[in-house]
C-alpha cells in the first residue's frame, strides 16, 4: 500500500510518496523549527523597539521657590535634584532663574535649601520644591 502526501517545501507543494515518508517528517518539522525561530526573533525585536526612552532616565527636573520676606522671591529651575546650587557668576550651578515670584498654578511645600554661590561666597537657604498638586515635581515651563 502507497500513499501520497502533498507537502509544502519551500513554498512549493509537492507530491511524495510513502517511500519518503521519514523525508516528509524531517522537512515539516525543520519547518516549524524555522517557523518558531523567526517568530522568536520577531517578538524579541517587537520588545526591544517598544522599551520607552523613560528608561534610561534622565536626572529629574525640579521647580524650587526661593521666598524673600519683604519681596517677591524667585523661582529657579533646576536639574538633577539636590543639592540645588545657583550661581549668578557662571553656569557652574544646576538652577537657573525661571521667573521673579511664586510660579502660577503649583503648590510648593516641600522644603529644601537652595545655595547662592557668588565668587568665593556661598549662601544657603530655604527654599521649596514646587509640584502640580501630586507628589512628583514638576518640569520647568
Known sequence: MSYIF??????????????GFARVKEIDIMGRIKSVF????????????????????????YIVFFPVTLGNGATYSCTGGPPFVFNGDDSSGNCAVQQIGMPAGLVCDVPTTITFEHDLHAFAADGSICHGG??????PV
Open 6 to 19: 502533498l507537502v509544502s517545501v519551500g513554498g512549493k507543494i509537492q507530491l511524495m510518496r510513502s517511500t
Open 38 to 61: 523567526a517568530l522568536a526573533v520577531v517578538a524579541v525585536a517587537m520588545l526591544v523597539v517598544s522599551i520607552p526612552p523613560a528608561v534610561a532616565a534622565s536626572p529629574a527636573d
Open 134 to 139: 501630586t507628589d512628583e515635581p514638576v518640569a
